[in-house]
């Protein structure tokens, strides 16, 4: 099944839902938004229950559960008029065949569709489960660029990252320099309504983090090693919060080798705590790590969608050729 998951993500498929395409130029919908095509009945039973447990999971690293996206069920006689311009939407079709199929800006741009077919209700919840990564993976890729597209609009002047540590990365305007004497560190913040944003830029020599099973101490020690010298907290210490063991996968970052690290950091004797994501990437010009994190201090808020933006900006980061 996820062999045919992959091949579709190759190929633009026309599946028929019965309808004719009218391309809207504009979608619609929050980021994080999906809505979800299927008929009520469905949704309130096993179909339903498989797409909640794949798309409203919860964000990993916030301690208060918040569940990865925003879902929104819609009949699928409904489905029309201005609902077809939503960006995301997941259709859940009765067919003969089985499979997972991406149907991209059918009806507006940029749009994203993903379309589960199944004879029955238990091949369908099947379909689902069985594709639930890949189908989680395509939606926060499609997100991410869109992200990145409306960051692009805003840009901050990164010409000092770029010298220090030769990567472009796209920052907004809204965020500011907080460390600026300091050669081996960059420290970005964002003042928001509920707390900050903050993201931090620096390098470690390659065996300060060692490709086995000592990965994930290893990364906490060094984030806790430049955390507590370098991000200042009064009568407190910035530290990975050891009630919860962070999640660690391989990934890369403009097509370099790295380490996505998700999980809480803690301010030691304050009531402070909050989501942090970090990549550690392989930089073989310069033979060392290249750190970059991102972290939301917003006790009182919803931190799902700036844990986002902190993802999509880390993750815009291209390497300059030297």
Known sequence: MRRLLLFVLLATLVISCNEKSVRINDSAGKLNDILVVVDSDNWDGQIGDSIRAVLARSVDGIVREEPMYSLNQVKPESFSGMLKKSRNYLFIQKSDSTGVAIRKDKYAKPQLGVIVRG??????????????????????????????????????????????FGIDINVPTAYR?????????????????????????????????????????????????IGSRKIPVDNGTFLTEPAFSPF???????????????????????????????????????????????????????????????????????????
């Open 119 to 164: 004879p029955n209700t238990q091949a369908i919840a099947q379909v689902i489960s069985d594709n639930a990564d890949d189908i989680v993976t395509i939606f926060n890729d499609s997100e991410i660029a869109e992200k990145q597209r409306l960051i692009s609009r805003v840009k901050l002047n990164t010409d000092d990252v770029a010298t220090r």
């Open 177 to 225: 320099y907080a460390a600026v004497e300091d050669p081996d560190f960059t420290w970005l913040r964002r003042d928001i309504v509920e707390g900050t944003m903050d993201i931090m830029i620096y390098e470690v020599p390659l065996s300060d983090i060692t490709r086995d099973s000592s990965v994930v101490q290893d990364i906490v020690r060094v984030r806790d090693s």
């Open 248 to 322: 660690v996968n391989e990934t890369q970052i403009d097509g370099k080798f790295a380490f996505e690290t998700k999980g809480t950091w803690y301010v030691k004797n304050k009531f402070m705590a909050g989501p942090f994501v970090n990549y550690a990437i392989y930089n073989e010009a310069r033979n060392n790590w290249l750190i970059v994190e991102g972290y939301v201090s917003a006790p009182n808020a919803e931190q799902r969608n700036y844990l986002f933006e902190l993802e999509a900006i880390l993750k815009s980061i291209d390497f300059i050729e030297q």
